[in-house]
T-cell receptor, first 113, second 115 residues
Framework: GENVEQHPSTLSVQEGDSAVIKCTYS??????FPWYKQELGKRPQLIID?????GEKKDQRIAVTLNKTAKHFSLHITETQPEDSAVYFC????????????FGKGTMLLVSP | DSGVTQTPKHLITATGQRVTLRCSPR?????VYWYQQSLDQGLQFLIQ???????AKGNILERFSAQQFPDLHSELNLSSLELGDSALYFC??????????????FGPGTRLTVL
């Protein structure tokens, strides 16, 4: 089955800096890659996703890039703000015909004012 | 608010007991997924139902079972509970099972504490 590795496990940045979180996946048939943000005790919230026919997608301060050849995808957050502090999860959906997601173990992002 | 609802919000029970967690998907969504989130395990996929039928199984223990009813709500049953079953249990829903409409929206979760 699919295996998703996520790095780093913890990332501390100063407000205004950029943050990058990287994930690799194992199943070359995976075709959908969402990113979720989870605040303490809350539900995971979808912040951006990318499908395998696209190399990059942006939404304001957030961008995701996908390299299918290398089987990795990354989340980029620019001009970070304290409210960006949360745990971020990447996930990959295989092409088995079903939409199950395999999640990375998460990155705790801490943005200091 | 994702539109996915879960009850109860919190559940405290003893080892050996059985509990039922309930999930109502977003209006129009046919797929329901259950996840377990422990501190050291991240989000573990348990099981998926689509329009009443089981579609995929993940790391679900034999002590756990689920079903999806004709009105599309789903229940996750956990029996012979152990201390290690203490976790956040999330339900998610999506419109379809495959293709482009696979975005999953999560409910608020049920925090289960087994004493």
């Amino acid at each position: 089955g699919e295996n998703v590795e996520q790095h780093p496990s913890t990332l501390s940045v100063q407000e205004g800096d950029s943050a990058v979180i990287k994930c690799t996946y194992s199943d070359s048939a995976s075709n959908y890659f969402p990113w979720y943000k989870q605040e303490l005790g809350k539900r995971p919230q979808l912040i951006i996703d990318i499908r395998s026919n696209v190399g990059e997608k942006k939404d304001q301060r957030i961008a995701v890039t996908l390299n299918k050849t290398a089987k990795h995808f990354s989340l980029h957050i620019t001009e970070t703000q304290p409210e960006d502090s949360a745990v971020y999860f990447c996930a990959a959906s295989g092409n088995s015909g079903y939409s199950t997601l395999t999640f990375g173990k998460g990155t705790m992002l801490l943005v200091s004012p | 608010d994702s539109g996915v609802t879960q009850t109860p919000k919190h559940l405290i029970t003893a080892t050996g007991q059985r509990v039922t967690l309930r999930c109502s998907p977003r209006s129009g969504d046919l797929s329901v997924y259950w996840y377990q989130q422990s501190l050291d395990q991240g989000l573990q996929f348990l099981i998926q139902y689509y329009n009443g039928e089981e579609r995929a199984k993940g790391n679900i223990l034999e002590r756990f079972s689920a079903q999806q009813f004709p009105d599309l709500h789903s229940e996750l049953n956990l029996s012979s509970l152990e201390l290690g079953d203490s976790a956040l249990y999330f339900c998610a829903s999506s419109v379809a099972t495959s293709g482009s409409l696979v975005t999953q929206y999560f409910g608020p979760g049920t925090r289960l504490t087994v004493l």
